[in-house]
């Protein structure tokens, strides 16, 4: 009788033990955060150079590309060319309508600035704005 008792506690000890085992490894479901971007355009400005227009020796011409890496055409695209001294302060800006850009493409742009700037000068251009909603890359990379 006694090797009986010691076997049946022993059977209820593991089986307690195999329970809790058990009921460690089945935990609820843990919920994942999916993040959805919308569908819409998302768009990087690529500043390729700038310099004294061959042409017309008055002018500064400024050569960047246009990405649109998004799944829809963006709309009224306007980028923002700018020129800046020694000390980074911006000395003439201007804005040009460079129209849209098609989903999934890019796209290679000039703009021309009628005004002629000397070498202690830097030039760039930026991404200024489209129509309705979009995701501007140059932002969304400077948080990374």
């Not at 960047?64 to 306007?78: R, S």
């Not at 309508?97 to 930026?126: L, P, R």
Request: glycine fraction near 6%.
């Amino acid at each position: 009788m006694e090797n009986t008792t010691i076997f049946i506690i022993i059977a209820t000890i593991l089986g307690l033990l195999f329970g809790v085992w058990i009921g460690i490894g089945i935990t609820e479901p843990q919920i994942q955060e999916v993040y959805y971007e919308s569908e819409v355009p998302m768009l990087l400005v690529e500043f390729e150079s700038w310099g004294e227009n061959i042409d017309d020796s008055s002018e500064t011409v400024f050569s960047y590309f246009v990405y649109n890496f998004g799944n829809t055409e963006a709309k009224n695209v306007k980028v923002r060319c700018e020129v800046t001294d020694s000390n980074d302060e911006v000395v003439r800006e201007e804005t040009f309508n460079v129209g849209n850009a098609a989903s999934n493409s890019y796209e290679w742009q000039t703009s021309t600035i009628k005004e002629k700037f000397t070498d202690n000068h830097m030039g760039a251009c930026y991404l200024d704005s489209a129509a309705g909603e979009y995701i501007n890359l140059q932002e969304r990379l400077k948080d990374i």
